[in-house]
């Protein structure tokens, strides 16, 4: 059938586009924090919550978020999560406390808990299984492109306009989106008549008790804690270490996330041929002695290659990951698996944050932050390690 390929590439367009809102509305904190903390009178491990307090929110309800994807289906919660998520990150351009922006930011966290899993199961249920890891692949650069989006523009808009000015932004961005996924995400037929009655109390507790998915979900924690605690302290660490401009920090912090956008579709292409748990524990691995080389080095003039590489190895074992979850249960599961599995993940991308913070306000090094931050990775791929595929999933080479 012709044209057989405009739906599922529709599709992957739109939950792409919810998710790389999420992480702009996300990760328009860090880039302020020298401001912003300057304006509040924050402390360190204060700014370090806010990044916390928006994770709490979201790692709360990635499991009832996957719940509820399979219960009513992943358009109307994409749509929900939409308009909370904006709402109230327009609300931190009127914040003038702590406590207003910790509770602001937990909201809005609240609003982006079921992306990740609603847009698992709309690729599902678009995407053949034999081309699912490029579209995951291209899903996942959601995260890198939202990473060099708030770079660009928030430093910028926050020196010229303040802080505060960013947010009204990056809250309008989600609000605009609903009105694109309410005219053209659509659920397939067979969507409606199997998946939306939700998995029963027996499934969900099966996906409970999978050994491998919470394997895999301990090496996801280990990644995630590394990824997104260096998104929240690099640009600090460049502007205070380094001495860079908040807009020089941010450019070189839209290069770790330029670096991961170019790498993941490649890798979710590769990921569809080769061992998917190969490629993770190698990836992981990796990423621990780059995080370290960071934090030691002291040259600008490497400053370019060198997060870059730190960039593709903080995003690279994302997308592989994400479709060995999608291959350890049920299709039917897609969404409460998804849920419980990024629970575990995000749960590193919560502490992180606030356990730099603390370390650097104790000791006033970034590098023991930053090998801190290392340590999550290296365990993530140690429990890669442990992780068993059904012999079918573990092939070398799968049928194209």
Same mark, same amino acid.
């Given at each position: ?18 998710? /790389? ?10 880039? $302020? ?26 790692? *709360? ?11 009513? !289906?992943?358009?109307?919660?994409? +749509? ?16 003038? @406390? ?21 847009? /698992? ?19 996942? @650069? ?14 910028? $808009? ?39 009655? !939700?998995?029963?109390?027996?499934? /969900? ?8 998915? +919470? ?35 941010? #450019? ?63 995003? *690279?074992?994302?997308? $592989?990951? @994400?479709? *060995? ?54 365990? !993530?791929?140690?429990? /890669?390690?442990? $992780?068993?595929? #059904? ?10």
């Amino acid at each position: 059938m012709k044209n057989n390929w405009i739906r599922p590439v529709t599709v992957v367009v739109l939950v792409w586009m919810t998710y /790389m809102f999420s992480f702009v509305d996300r990760l328009s904190w860090p880039p $302020v924090i020298p401001l912003a903390s300057k304006d509040m009178g924050l402390s360190a491990a204060n700014a370090g919550s806010y990044m916390t307090a928006f994770y709490i929110g979201y790692v *709360i309800t990635q499991f009832p978020g996957g719940l509820l994807t399979d219960r009513f !289906g992943y358009r109307k919660v994409l +749509l929900g999560s939409y308009l909370t998520m904006g709402v109230f990150t327009l609300s931190m351009s009127l914040v003038h @406390t702590f406590e207003q922006g910790f509770a602001f930011r937990l909201l809005a966290g609240l609003g982006s808990g079921a992306i990740f899993s609603a847009s /698992m199961a709309a690729i599902f249920d678009h995407v053949s299984a034999k081309r699912r890891g490029i579209a995951i692949g291209l899903f996942m @650069t959601a995260t890198s492109l939202g990473v060099t989006v708030v770079n660009l523009f928030v430093p910028t $808009v926050a020196q010229n306009h303040g802080w505060r000015s960013a947010f009204l932004i990056a809250g309008l961005l989600p609000i605009a989106g609903i009105i694109l996924n309410f005219f053209f995400l659509k659920e397939s037929n067979t969507y409606h008549g199997t998946k939306t009655k !939700g998995v029963s109390v027996k499934e /969900m507790f099966e996906v409970l008790k999978n050994k491998n998915l +919470l394997l895999a979900g301990a090496a996801g924690f280990g990644g995630l804690w590394a990824t997104w605690g260096t998104a929240t302290w690099a640009n600090t660490y460049l502007n205070h270490n380094l001495h860079l401009s908040l807009v020089e920090a941010g #450019k070189m912090m839209a290069v770790y996330g330029m670096a991961g956008l170019l790498c993941k579709p490649l890798i979710g292409f590769i990921s569809d041929y080769f061992n998917k748990k190969t490629i993770a524990f190698w990836a992981l691995f990796l990423f621990a002695p780059v995080l370290v080389w960071f934090g030691i080095n002291t040259h600008t003039g490497i400053l370019v290659p060198l997060t870059a590489i730190l960039g593709i190895t903080a995003f *690279i074992y994302s997308p $592989v990951m @994400t479709a *060995i979850i999608g291959e350890l249960v049920d299709e039917k599961q897609i969404g409460t698996a998804m849920g419980l599995v990024n629970a575990i993940w995000q749960l590193g991308s919560l502490i992180s944050p606030l356990v730099v913070g603390v370390v650097v306000d104790t000791t006033s090094s970034f590098l023991l932050g930053f090998m801190v931050l290392a340590a999550g990775p290296l365990l !993530g791929a140690i429990m /890669m390690l442990f $992780v068993r595929l #059904k012999a079918k999933q573990a092939r070398k080479w799968d049928a194209a």
